[in-house]
């Protein structure tokens, strides 16, 4: 399928570490419960699957807040347990408690009956959003496609819901690594053709979200996080070599250095609780990082917003920088405050 020519490549350019005018922005959750035109799309959906698995409202809410604001990147609205909702595992999202997967993967009798997806077929409408965002677009801006990081998408079909300290996930993996091995690569597999199959509909990136990582011991992280993320990176820039690969394992800390030498990423995303002086002076050296401005400071807006804002834009001067949140944008976060951030990024260097 054609596409427009980009009219705006300055994100894709600091995620292959050329040089750009200005440090690109884009904000993890940008289309979300702060914009009213989210919630009154979302309230047509009737449902967070019912907006995620519709085609033509899943178009919408990604566009949503390029139309609002100077961002140099799109994300494609989804979610990061669509392959588990492929699965069949019976996925839902309830108000104020997040996911739930109805059936959780323990014993392995629930690993033998997992089916192994075909992303064309279980995730079409992943990929049909992809091809209809891109139309979209029209070449104003890049668009970025993602999926959860094995393990983070482990945690969740082990455990059956979100936690804390992911101990369901921990467990079994320290109990019986041979069999959280193979639930982990099960996964992997679906994610290396799921994403695939985004950067083939259209996707100039590709984002990794490890959101559980910051749980893990070091030996531990290195097995279930560096090492499936390093194989994936390695299987898409063969099949893609011009797809960037973003990862961000957040709450690595002062793991990040070897995850960025391990899994060899185009480019790594930082959370709110890395100092950007740190990571640019521990950090390989060149290699594009992306954040990490804390989404409170975002919200809290004024001085906060402006003193957070240029430590991250110094931190990162010497370097390919795309600027960020840590996590996504909080659903009471100002809406002017948002249009203050990217002003001062794209204005205030």
């Not at 519709?54 to 994300?75: H, S």
Request: hydrophobic residues 45%; glycine residues 8%; negative net charge.
């Amino acid at each position: 399928m054609r596409f427009q020519p980009l009219a705006n490549d300055t994100f894709l350019r600091a995620c292959l570490r050329q040089a750009t005018e200005y440090t690109p922005v884009w904000l993890m959750r940008q289309a979300g419960r702060y914009l009213p035109e989210y919630k009154a799309t979302r309230a047509r959906a009737g449902s967070f699957m019912g907006l995620a698995t519709n085609v033509q409202y899943a178009t919408e809410v990604t566009l949503q807040p390029l139309d609002r604001f100077a961002l140099d990147a799109a994300i494609l609205f989804s979610d990061i347990l669509t392959i588990p909702h492929a699965m069949k595992l019976g996925l839902d999202f309830e108000a104020g408690e997040g996911p739930r997967i109805e059936r959780p993967v323990r014993t392995a009798a629930d690993i033998e009956r997992l089916p192994i997806p075909d992303p064309e077929v279980e995730l079409r409408y992943v990929t049909d959003a992809v091809r209809m965002v891109r139309r979209e677009l029209d070449g104003r801006v890049p668009l970025i496609g993602f999926a959860g990081s094995p393990w983070t998408v482990a945690t969740y079909m082990t455990a059956g819901q979100g936690s804390r300290d992911q101990a369901e996930a921990r467990t079994l993996a320290y109990r019986d690594p041979g069999q959280f091995a193979d639930i982990v690569e099960r996964i992997a597999a679906v994610t290396f053709d799921y994403l695939s199959g985004q950067a083939a509909a259209g996707a100039e990136a590709l984002q990794l979200f490890d959101s559980w990582s910051g749980s893990l011991a070091p030996a531990e992280f290195e097995r279930w996080v560096i090492a499936p993320t390093a194989r994936l990176v390695e299987r898409l820039r063969a099949e893609y070599p011009d797809v960037p690969v973003i990862g961000f394992p957040k709450g690595a800390g002062g793991k990040l250095g070897a995850y960025a030498r391990e899994t060899k990423v185009g480019a790594i995303g930082l959370d709110e609780t890395v100092d950007p002086l740190w990571a640019a002076k521990e950090l390989p050296r060149r290699l594009p990082v992306q954040g990490n401005l804390d989404p409170l400071a975002l919200r809290a807006g004024g001085e906060a917003l402006y003193s957070a804002t240029q430590r991250i834009l110094d931190a990162f001067a010497e370097r390919p920088h795309i600027f960020n949140l840590g996590h996504g944008i909080l659903p009471d976060t100002p809406i002017a405050h948002v249009e203050e951030l990217i002003a001062r990024v794209k204005g205030g260097e």
